[in-house]
């Protein structure tokens, strides 16, 4: 009996002593490092920018990432990411079969990821095939996010749990523990019926953070995938000692303290590799950096570099080689720089970039013999998710200018369809542009082969004076109310018709037809596919219309000069011309002029006789 106390007693000095030369290097040690990522965007190449200069400059790549990672990591190091990191490049189309991101993330020594809203942009069901093939890899973590029943919600189930899916992990740093957890905002990509909802973000992070600590975490980190520009409330509310905020968050050179929370962003596409060394002990920052990611600054990795190679060549085989295009090679030259909405001047209004997805879209579609008119095509200005700048133009960034959504095929990119539409439909069409969205450039319609002119002199829903269409190269001609338009555009767009008449109070319609003048409603039949069947998409069109070039003396296809200058998607008409107020004029323009003209005129009448009766008051007088 005294041998087990005398063993016992040992045995708790002994743990004691363990804890105390625990606390002593803890105390001894320098800070935990976070290196972090975020709005990766499957940016696995590098990728072209401007710079402040207006100058096209390289940046990003994982191989380069690698390095950076690599380069800066020590003992005390866990590695992160916010988020949003599988949707964006060609790369994505291998996302179910191969996970190409999370497979690179795991060879570059990630501890922990989250997933952001644009993780879930082609479906929940393809999501959760991409974690089931990742299988286990860097800690995925999540604590507000949750999957309902039906085929999706299955797959989310079965990859998140064959990922090793959690709410929080833990994760040793030299003596530190820290615990990692992530937290979503809802947008537009987590749609009700993809079948994943976020809980309350609020609830689920203080809930996290304390299971974290009675864990033995040291520090907590929360990555916070967010369409918030300001989290002091959100970091109020919730203990952690650092968020990393990806998604909708500015990105900020230098970290911002809400509290005793230490709040960092990185830049998106790999751009830069956030540093943040922190003191566990009282929270304070002993160093933070974000370090550029070029060619010019580092190393490719090899072993990236490879995995990276055997992924093109799977991006080559499955996808690209089916459109002519070879990921090796350029897909032609662009002597100039073509720009999207986002990159727009003051000075600037429309995009050059609109103009070549739209010209593409118009010649994927062959003609009917019955057509009445010449086709246009019609996007919103949000569909076109790259900017082409001048040189060689790889089949990647042919890919990013219009990657849109995923077709019923599993091909990333939004496909193409032709249907119908009468000369007053778009009129009409023309009208909720103009009264739904000229406050929201991104939502604007951009017209191909197709434009307006309005008046701000008539009421609204009636502002819309004429549109015209493209009959010859250059020449324009006035729609006729009754005549059949072909249109070529997306799928998703004429959903979104029924929604914009009602928030214009039902007074505006739209009809979308076939070629033989019938109501249509089943708009995938109407999909435009090539001459081996395969559906066409935004981006696969351009490909096509490449043949259109002239070559240059390389052997390389070169942009035409026609591009330079975008071209005017809708005039405004300041005359009080009659002929331009009262043309297409309904009877809403009626009233609205019959208002102006009639009240002046009955008060002028009304004056009048009163002058008279005055008038003749006074003569009565004087004669009397």
């Given amino acids: 009996m005294k041998k087990m106390m005398r063993w016992f007693m040992a045995l708790c000095v002994g743990w004691a002593s363990v804890n105390v030369i625990k606390t002593d290097i803890k105390a ?45 990591s020590n003992e005390r190091t866990v590695v992160l990411d916010a988020g949003n990191f599988s949707t964006g490049t060609m790369y994505a189309s291998l996302s179910a079969s191969s996970a190409p991101d999370l497979a690179l993330m795991k060879a570059m020594g990630y501890d922990a990821v989250t997933l952001g809203s644009a993780d879930f942009r082609y479906g929940a069901e393809r999501t959760g095939q991409m974690l089931k093939t990742a299988g286990e890899g860097p800690a995925l973590v999540a604590a507000n ?42 947008d537009e990509n987590m749609a009700e019926e993809q079948r994943v909802t976020v809980t309350d973000q609020l609830t689920a992070a203080s809930d996290t953070v304390n299971a974290l600590k009675k864990e ?20 109020a509310g919730v203990s952690a000692d650092v968020i990393i905020a ?38 304070s920052v002993a160093g933070y950096e974000k370090i550029q990611i070029s060619d010019s600054s580092f190393e490719a990795d090899e072993e990236i570099s490879e995995m990276i190679s055997g992924f093109r060549t799977q991006v080559q085989d499955k996808i690209m080689k089916r459109f002519g295009l070879d990921t090796e090679k350029p897909a032609f030259r662009a002597p100039y720089s073509l720009t999207t909405y986002e990159r727009l001047s003051g000075s600037r209004r429309y995009a050059e970039a609109a103009d070549l997805v739209t010209d593409s879209m118009i010649e994927a579609y062959s003609p009917s013999s019955s057509d009445e008119a010449k086709a246009v095509a019609i996007i919103t200005e949000d569909m076109i998710t790259g900017t082409l700048f001048a040189g060689t133009v790889s089949a990647n960034e042919l890919f990013q200018l219009a990657s849109g959504e995923i077709g019923s095929d599993g091909i990333p990119g939004t496909n193409i369809i032709h249907c119908y539409m009468r000369g007053e439909d778009l009129l009409a069409l023309c009208e909720m542009d103009l009264m739904l969205n000229a406050d929201n450039p991104s939502k604007q319609m951009h017209f191909g082969r197709m434009r307006y002119e309005y008046s701000m002199n008539r009421p609204e829903t009636n502002r819309v004076i004429d549109v015209y269409t493209e009959e010859a190269d250059g020449y324009y001609v006035a729609i006729t109310g009754d005549r059949l338009y072909p249109v070529i555009t997306t799928a998703s767009f004429l959903r979104t018709i029924p929604e914009m008449i009602e928030k214009t109070g039902n007074v505006l319609t739209c009809n979308v ?6 109501a249509l409603t089943d708009y995938d039949v109407m999909t435009i596919r090539n001459g081996d069947g395969a559906a066409v998409k935004m981006w696969s069109a351009i490909a096509s219309y490449i043949e259109h070039f002239d070559r240059g003396s390389d052997g390389i296809d070169v942009l035409p000069d026609n591009y330079r200058t975008a071209r005017r998607q809708r005039t405004k008409i300041s005359s009080l011309n009659v002929i331009k107020l009262f043309k ?4 809403a323009t009626l009233d609205f002029w019959l208002k102006i003209v009639a009240i002046p005129l009955a008060a002028l009448i009304g004056l009048n006789i009163l002058v008279w009766l005055i008038n003749l008051k006074k003569r009565k007088e004087t004669n009397e």
């Fill in 246 to 283: 990806g998604g909708s968050y500015p990105a900020s050179e230098q970290y911002e303290k809400a509290g005793s929370t230490v709040i960092v962003s990185a830049d998106q596409y790999g751009k830069s590799l956030g540093l943040l060394d922190i003191d566990p002990s009282d929270g």
């Fill in 584 to 587: 297409h004029a309904g009877q």
């Fill in 216 to 235: 033995g975490a040291d520090l907590v980190v929360c990555l916070y995938s967010t369409v918030q520009e300001d989290l002091s409330e959100f970091a």
């Fill in 513 to 518: 037809y076939d070629e033989t003048g019938r």
């Fill in 28 to 72: 001894a040690s320098d800070p935990v490092r976070i290196l972090f990522t975020h709005d990766l965007m499957d940016h696995i190449d590098p990728y072209k920018t401007l710079n402040e200069e207006n100058e096209s400059v390289t940046y990003g790549g994982y191989a380069y990432l690698a390095s950076a990672v690599s380069q800066y």
């Fill in 145 to 186: 996010l949750e999957f309902a029943s039906g085929a999706a919600g299955t797959a989310m189930k079965e990859g998140w749990a064959a990922a090793g899916g959690s709410s929080g992990a833990l994760i040793d740093a030299g003596p530190y523990t820290v615990g990692v957890f992530g937290i979503m905002d809802p």
